[in-house]
């Protein structure tokens, strides 16, 4: 009868969603029929014998409340998931409509006893919409459908006086009551394949999203959503850049294949020592890997955490030469100071850093030994009581002119290789 899926996570999710999505219509369906109903009551007495009008108002009361019921129930949390008030509630007023409409049809063969009106037609409304509000669940509906059917073909049965208006009666409701059952079937199918489409496009959303956040910091990517132009002033980070001592020989005494897997295990244990570290990793500039420390990843001490991702990553270095057979060597340069971010650029988008703080870092990393850390004045002041370092050495970097650079000593690290 339906186009089921074959997974019941999906079947789920298709019923909930539908549920959840005609809440209004429930609302509002409620709504004109408590309306239509007052209508009759109020045009009921001006051609209503005193007995069938007083019969019509008993019933009018109880068909309120249960549209008042049905009303209230969509605002319950837990209504989406209980088809059963639908079922309920529908069949009840489809009970009531019915003892209604023979109030109706008697009065109407009492004003015009040769007008062959039915009772059909109120009924099949109720029918209708129990079509409509019941799509995901077509046992629910099935079921509400032939305890219906069972209701009036006892009013037609237990009222009708000849075996003619017994067949017609309910050969009027069979035939439309196909016709619902075929509606119900239509829109089951046509909400399943719209459901389809909204899973595939949310499915390429969400992988829309997580390349744009494998890309970009999750606060950066939120804004560029709402639209706005990223662009921020850090006055405190701290800058990591980090270099493959060697690396022009290396690259032409390796295949490129091993040549990639040897950067591919560099660079990951980079990401997972920043991960750890709370540092940003900025981009990878050949074999050179840049990171910062509060910039989007804020810290309380920028320095002390950028200090703390450069000696991880040196003492990760023997598991890159475990896993590619090279004793790979880098060399890393820290300095601290104000820098500027943001995202420019319409393809290709990536979050990135300028400033005097980003040149000065890959300046002092050139004056770093081989897997040794160098760090400049500033970062100096911020960390001098947390590691211990060589004397002093002024410089006269490229592009910066003289600057004392300071050396983090060898036995250092090596303590905390051991360790």
């Not at 099949?124 to 629910?140: D, E, N, Q, S, Y």
């Not at 890393?332 to 979050?351: C, D, F, L, N, P």
């Not at 002092?364 to 590691?387: D, H, K, L, P």
């Amino acid at each position: 009868m339906t186009y089921g899926f074959a997974d019941p996570g999906t079947e789920a999710r298709f019923a909930l969603e539908e549920r959840r999505a005609r809440l209004p219509s429930v609302r509002i369906y409620a709504a004109l029929a408590a309306a239509v109903i007052l209508a009759y009551t109020i045009l009921n007495p001006f051609f209503f014998t005193l007995a069938d009008e007083a019969w019509f108002t008993m019933l009018v009361v109880p068909t309120l409340v249960v549209l008042a019921v049905y009303f209230a129930a969509t605002f319950w949390p837990l209504y989406p998931r209980h088809p059963a008030v639908d079922f309920l509630c529908l069949l009840i007023l489809g009970s009531l409509v019915l003892a209604d409409d023979f109030i109706l049809y008697s009065e109407f063969q009492r004003l015009a006893p040769g007008r062959h009106s039915a009772i059909i037609i109120n009924p099949l409304i109720v029918t209708a919409f129990a079509a409509f509000a019941m799509i995901g669940h077509t046992r629910w509906f099935l079921a509400w459908l032939g305890c219906h059917a069972a209701l009036y073909g006892g009013v037609v049965i237990l009222f009708e006086t000849t075996a003619a208006g017994r067949i017609y009666g309910i050969v009027s409701y069979l035939s439309g009551a196909a016709a619902m059952l075929f509606l119900h079937w239509a829109l089951d199918r046509a909400h399943r394949a719209t459901f389809v489409l909204h899973e595939a496009l949310e499915g390429e959303r969400a992988r829309t999203e997580e390349l744009l956040y494998n890309v970009l910091p999750p606060k950066v990517a939120q804004r560029l959503k709402d639209g706005e132009i990223v662009a921020d002033s850090f006055s405190d980070a701290s800058v990591i850049f980090i270099d493959v001592i060697g690396f022009s020989a290396l690259a032409k005494s390796i295949s490129p294949g091993h040549l990639v897997d040897l950067l591919n295990a560099f660079f990951s244990l980079a990401d997972r020592c920043a991960a750890r570290s709370g540092v940003e990793k900025v981009k990878t500039i050949g074999d050179a890997y840049l990171a910062i420390s509060g910039g989007n990843a804020p810290a309380r001490d920028s320095a002390g955490a950028a200090l703390a991702f450069a000696n991880a990553v040196i003492d990760g270095l023997p598991e890159v030469k475990a896993e590619c057979g090279i004793d790979l060597q880098v060399r890393i340069g820290i300095h601290s100071g104000a820098v500027v971010g943001g995202v420019i650029g319409a393809t290709r988008m990536a979050y990135d850093y300028w400033g005097e703080t980003m040149n000065i870092a890959s300046r002092i990393e050139s004056a770093a030994g081989a897997n040794g850390v160098a760090i400049s004045e500033a970062t100096w002041m911020r960390v001098r009581g947390a590691a211990e370092f060589e004397p002093p050495e002024t410089l006269l970097l490229k592009g910066v002119g003289e600057m004392p650079v300071y050396r983090l000593k060898r036995r250092r690290l090596e303590s905390a290789t051991a360790a």
